[in-house]
């Protein structure tokens, strides 16, 4: 009974979206508030029914109730209670689940907050969180049920029904299949819901953006009250990206951590958008400038995080990131049609009501490298669009599918990326309104003279290629210019507060979060800058099969193989085959590594563990390829020097601390005005 419980909350919830998409609508046009607060109210209740609907489906997860056809595909008796619970969104139709559930908290969330400035966005945005919630239950209840139980037919076949048809039987198998292998790393478990978190986090600003196009309101209150919500997102959807960057490095076993896969571009392009709107918000707030564009980013956004899910689960393409073959296909690509088609219809009637309220005078001002900024985004984002998309277009035209592998997105992009970076050195030093050549050269120079120096010494001790050489010099640019700017503003504070240097920085950057937490993030951006160049660049690699007491040469380093066992964990019902290395450098020992294959009887199905030395010079990562017990041919293993490469995931600590600086809450005048009036008149009431 409690999968048709589930399956009926989940009904309930899916009317109860429509309704308060359809009181908001009538509230608005019949200027009733007793509606639009039902509306409201009707949208908080989601939350709760969903968290029913979700620890249901948990609970038979947990306990093994292999009737219900998701249950079966994706756990098994030997799974420890944690893998059992995050399998939820280990498939198709538990991942849709986990993305309603999380969208009708966001959206909740959202309207928890004061409304007493916006109540006209308030109906708009209930009307587009809930149009999207009921997309997503429609997908859940009509395709994709996760409470669908096994049967057999009369005519012996067994497939999963919400009702049980005719003449049928339930089956109940003895054991699952068990979450895929590739899916029980600690980053898979957490890459999924980060991902999740910032796509659904884009659906609010994205929300409150129809809601001004529609309400006629053209002023910036709408990026105010979304601002962190897009700081967020963003976060979200960056560490989405690199916890699943580590996946692949750790798990799939070819020793880097991108290869340019169509769903890795899938949430990639949101990034950009998102990237490019985060800037682009600045110069509305700071100059009222950029208004419509930064509707069509946000418009972008939402409809590239629907086109990203459309792409993982749709199965009209092959990757190791994307669900099986479905029937959903069709449905997202009408809903992202109707969607982004709507969102431009309603972009165009208020487009003059968006103009811009004033002109940019100077090409070298900060609005004009943040625009230029914008538009080396958007063309990262045609490149990536259109390698996803041309296997397709082949494939319908010719009837063969074309691929599009990582060197044409690299040679593509790699200059984008570049003329980035040189943007990330020069708009901290530019002015607002207007700036000139002779202006930022004086405020380059300095920082510019030190990267050279940086360079040449990189010239004579690390590397002589010279687009390696390019890449370093513009991180060097960016970090010095960066601290260059910290330094400046601690040291007038500290001229005009008498402040130490560290209390100064400390101040600076409390006074004004959002730009020294976006510095902080520029940093961490380099930082995995370096680590990026060093392994697309330096990464060397060898193969060989080896007996014991024999050893792989490559780069200084030597491995000698000295064992290796095998055995099957019943608990676990997997057996793995560890080999154990030695690693020397320079004639002595460093450490031990221990390359393994685990096989998993249940998925029938190996998953390669890498051995890893870790340093910030570089990764020592090795394979254990082939091996055979009966076989005197001996073991073949894959060895990889991967310099530099831990600067990346450095940078990804840093990243977080700028991105939390950026994020963190800072006193809202307005309201700091409106509690000390009434501070004031409480002292004066009590006098």
Do not use: C
């Amino acid at each position: 009974m409690l999968a048709e419980f589930g399956y009926g909350v989940l009904v309930v919830t899916f009317l109860l979206a429509l309704y308060s998409v359809g009181a908001a609508i009538f509230g608005y046009v019949n200027k009733s508030a007793a509606l639009v607060e039902s509306a409201r109210r009707s949208m908080l209740l989601t939350f709760p029914l969903l968290t029913v609907a979700a620890l249901s489906l948990i609970l038979l997860l947990v306990r093994g109730d292999f009737n219900v056809q998701f249950v079966y595909e994706v756990t098994s008796r030997s799974m420890p209670t944690y893998l059992k619970i995050t399998a939820w969104w280990g498939g198709q139709a538990g991942s849709l689940l986990f993305w309603s559930w999380l969208m009708s908290a966001f959206a909740s969330a959202a309207t928890l907050r004061k409304w007493d400035r916006d109540q006209e966005f308030l109906p708009w945005v209930i009307v587009v969180a809930n149009v999207t919630l009921a997309f997503f239950l429609a997908l859940n209840i009509l395709f994709e049920n996760p409470f669908a139980r096994l049967y057999q037919t009369f005519d012996g076949n067994i497939a999963a029904y919400t009702f049980a048809p005719a003449n049928s039987t339930p089956i109940t198998p003895a054991d699952g299949r068990g979450l895929n292998p590739l899916l029980r790393h600690p980053g898979m478990i957490i890459h999924p819901p980060m991902l999740y978190l910032g796509f659904v986090a884009y659906v609010i600003p994205f929300a409150f953006a129809i809601a001004a196009l529609v309400t006629g309101r053209t002023d910036d209150r709408w990026i105010r009250v979304t601002r962190r919500w897009s700081l967020w997102a963003w976060l979200f959807l960056s560490f989405g990206l690199v916890l699943g960057g580590r996946w692949a490095y750790d798990v799939l076993g070819w020793g880097g951590y991108w290869g340019w896969d169509p769903v890795e571009i899938a949430a990639f392009m949101p990034w950009l958008t998102g990237t490019a709107f985060l800037h682009s918000v600045m110069i509305q707030e700071k100059r009222g400038m950029l208004k419509q564009w930064n509707m069509v980013l946000i418009i972008l956004t939402y409809a590239l995080v629907i086109f990203g899910t459309f792409l993982t689960r749709s199965g009209v393409l092959s990757s190791v990131h994307a669900f099986a073959q479905s029937a959903i296909g069709p449905s997202f690509f009408v809903f992202i049609g109707v969607t982004f088609v709507t969102s431009i219809g309603l972009l165009i009637h208020r487009w003059a009501d968006l103009k811009a309220e004033a002109e940019m005078k100077s090409m070298l001002s900060r609005e004009a490298l943040f625009l230029l900024n914008n538009l080396l985004f958007m063309s990262v984002l045609v490149v990536s669009f259109w390698g996803v998309i041309f296997p397709l277009i082949s494939e319908l035209f010719t009837g063969q599918k074309v691929t599009v592998g990582p060197p044409f997105y690299e040679r593509a992009n790699s200059p984008l990326f570049a003329a980035l970076m040189f943007l990330m050195a020069i708009a901290p030093l530019s002015a607002w309104g207007h700036s000139t050549v002779q202006t930022l050269g004086r405020a380059i120079w300095k920082p510019a003279i030190a990267a050279a120096a940086i360079t040449v010494v990189t010239f004579f001790t690390y590397t002589q290629n010279w687009i390696a050489l390019i890449g370093f010099f513009l991180v060097a640019l960016v970090v010095l210019v960066t601290l260059y700017e910290f330094w400046r503003g601690a040291r007038a504070r500290q001229k005009t507060q008498g402040e130490n240097f560290f209390s100064a920085l400390a101040h600076l950057t409390g006074k004004n979060r959002r730009r020294y937490g976006g510095y902080i993030i520029h940093i961490s951006m380099m930082l995995m800058a370096i680590g990026i160049l060093g392994i697309e660049l330096f990464q060397t690699e060898t193969q060989g099969t080896i007996q014991v007491g024999e050893s792989l040469r490559l780069q200084g380093y030597e491995l000698v193989y000295r064992d290796i066992a095998q055995w099957d964990d019943r608990s676990t019902n997997v057996n793995y085959t560890r080999a154990v290395m030695e690693v020397y450098k320079n004639d002595q020992l460093v450490t031990k590594l221990h390359p393994r294959t685990d096989y998993y009887y249940e998925a029938q199905q190996n998953m390669t563990i890498p051995g890893v030395r870790s340093t910030m010079a570089d990764d020592v990562y090795v394979l254990l390829v082939d091996w055979e017990p009966a076989s005197a041919i001996g073991a073949t293993f894959k060895l990889y020097i991967n310099p530099l490469v831990n600067w990346l995931w450095v940078g990804s600590l840093l990243f977080l601390v700028g991105v939390i600086i950026a994020a963190w809450p800072e006193k809202d005048p307005e309201r700091a005005t409106v509690r000390a009036t009434r501070s004031a008149r409480q002292t004066s009431a009590a006098d």
